[in-house]
Structures are given as structure tokens and as C-alpha cells.
């Protein structure tokens, strides 16, 4: 039973506000399924919300969140593939049309994992496993950046992973077929928390520029 007074009173509030707001289109939502045209991979962090980032209505956004927005790479081997389940409910199940990996500034994913070039526990029993998805994108990028800030090295790092979790998309066959029937697109986007900016990724320069 959920006693927490601060979800009980916040739920109160969703009920008066949002669903009432909302309730005709959760009517629909609910009569006619789900069709949302986005999907977002985004980080667990509680302090990137992607439905309040981009404003985006019920139904609107399929959204999966792991530790630091990882797009693992295309494998078949391995029982509890979550991330990979949500990618092929959206591109296949429901079609939709843009993907976003939307990384974020702070991520504690990244910084645990730059920590643990030199502290192996740094990353505890599941998230250094995890976070070595981004194991040569983290020696490309020390290795790269001599001498670095570490606060501008953990930048660098979450823009890398950013492309590499593209990249890792391309490999999966269902998405492969639709990037050639122009039926998806790709897009990478970083939000600064301290500035409560969006960077959206130009994939051909590589480089992240604030959105007006
Ligand atoms: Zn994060």
C-alpha cells in the first residue's frame, strides 16, 4: 500500500489538475490505444523529466529510462534485455517515427563510470556492468582529451555516449529496415540541468547546439 503523504497528496493533485485537463484525451487513449510518434531513451536521473522537457501530452512520448540513456548494443544473447524489449514494442510495435537518446549534464551513470578507471567499485554490483557498454567510447574520450577538466571530461563523455547509443541503433535489423524506407529518424539531444537547456545534436558536425 502506498502510505508516502507526499505521493498520496501529489496523486490527489493529478487527479484534480492533469487527468481532469486530460480526460477526454485519456477517453480516447484508453478507448483507441496508444500511438505516440516519439520515443525517448532517457536517463532514471530524477531531475530530467522528459514529458515536462518537451511539454508533451499524455500518449504522446513512449519513454524508456536506464542509467545514463544507454542504447545497449544489438545482441540476441541474454535473458532480460529491457531497453531492447522497448525499442522493439516502438519501432515495431507501434511504429514510431523519431527516436531520441536525450543525455543529460551531472549523469551519475558517467561520472561512476570515469571514477572507475581508477576506483573499480566505483561502480557497485550492476551499473559498472552496465556502463561498460561505454567501454571503448571511455577510452576514446580519455584517451582523446589530455589533461581535461574532469567536469569537462564528464561532458565529453556524456556527448560521446549520446553517439554511441545512435550508433549502437543502426546495428538492430528492425531499424536498420527503416532507416532505409525512411520511415525513423534519429536524433541526440543533452539537457543541462543547471541551465534547464536543451543541446540538440548536429550529427553531421558532431557538435551539440543549444535549442532557441
Ligand atoms: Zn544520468
Partial sequence: MIENDNLISGYRQFRQDHYSRYRDLYDTLADKGQAPKTMIVSCCDSRVEPAAIFNAKPGEMFVVRNVANL???????????????????????????????????????IKAYLQGLNNPDAGGEFIGKWMSILKSTRDHVVQSNPGTAPEQLQLEMEYAAIQTSLNNLTKFPFIQERLKENRLQFHGGHFDIAKGELYSLDRKSGQFNPVK
Fill in 71 to 109: 542504447v545497449p548494443p544489438y545482441t540476441t544473447i541474454g535473458d532480460y534485455s529491457g531497453t531492447r524489449a522497448a525499442l522493439e514494442f516502438a519501432v515495431c510495435g507501434l511504429n514510431v517515427e523519431h527516436i531520441v537518446v536525450l543525455g543529460h549534464g551531472q549523469c551519475g551513470g
